[in-house]
T-cell receptor, first 110, second 114 residues
Framework: GQQVMQIPQYQHVQEGEDFTTYCNSS?????IQWYKQRPGGHPVFLIQ?????EVKKQKRLTFQFGEAKKNSSLHITATQTTDVGTYFC??????????FGGGTRLMVKP | GAGVSQSPSNKVTEKGKDVELRCDPI?????LYWYRQSLGQGLEFLIY????????KSGLPSDRFSAERTGGSVSTLTIQRTQQEDSAVYLC????????????FGPGTRLTVL
């Protein structure tokens, strides 16, 4: 079945440094979504990408969908302590249910 | 309601007891999902419903786990003869329709089995 993998599993950064998490699928995806889970909270939808090579920005967050639609990345510029949490990607193909990656836990040292 | 709600928020039970976890999805959402998340881990898919039917039960860890959904709305996840390894946060999510839709998560039920 479809598998979605994320790296790294954990990332410690100093406040102000950049951060990137990568998402790779074993199959071509029709869309990819990103979610953020704050410590003690539940996953919250951030964004969806559907087009090959698509890039979307939300303030300091930049999301990219690969040309082959098998990978995606989330880049945070100049991290802040409010960025702390676990970032999940989730992809689907051909109308199948979203498959979540294992998540990347981001820790930011002030 | 404004969002997905789950009850109870916390449940402490003794090993061997049965527990029922409830999920109220967003009104009008036809798809409903159950996940399990152990401390510091990712989302483990358990089961999903499209309307009242559950086409995919492959994620249920054992036959001690069952779920139902009635009236296309509320869902109950039942764990029989709980074991310590069942301790986790159980998250429910709903989406408007197609399985590819954005999922809206509830706050979860933290289950502790002593």
């Amino acid at each position: 079945g479809q598998q979605v993998m994320q790296i790294p599993q954990y990332q410690h950064v100093q406040e102000g440094e950049d951060f990137t998490t990568y998402c790779n699928s074993s199959t071509t995806l029709s869309n990819i979504q990103w979610y953020k889970q704050r410590p003690g909270g539940h996953p919250v939808f951030l964004i969806q990408l559907v087009k090959s090579g698509e890039v979307k920005k939300q303030k300091r967050l930049t999301f990219q969908f690969g040309e082959a639609k098998k990978n995606s990345s989330l880049h945070i510029t100049a991290t802040q302590t409010t960025d702390v949490g676990t970032y999940f990607c989730a992809g689907s193909n051909a109308g199948n249910m979203l498959t979540f990656g294992g998540g990347t836990r981001l820790m930011v040292k002030p | 309601g404004a969002g997905v709600s789950q009850s109870p928020s916390n449940k402490v039970t003794e090993k061997g007891k049965d527990v029922e976890l409830r999920c109220d999805p967003i009104s009008g959402h036809t798809a409903l999902y159950w996940y399990r998340q152990s401390l510091g881990q990712g989302l483990e898919f358990l089961i999903y419903f499209q309307g009242n039917s559950a086409p995919d039960k492959s994620g249920l860890p054992s036959d001690r786990f069952s779920a139902e959904r009635t009236g296309g709305s509320v869902s109950t996840l039942t764990i029989q003869r709980t074991q310590q390894e069942d301790s986790a946060v159980y998250l429910c999510a709903s989406s408007p329709g197609p399985l590819t839709d954005t999922q809206y998560f509830g706050p979860g039920t933290r289950l502790t089995v002593l």
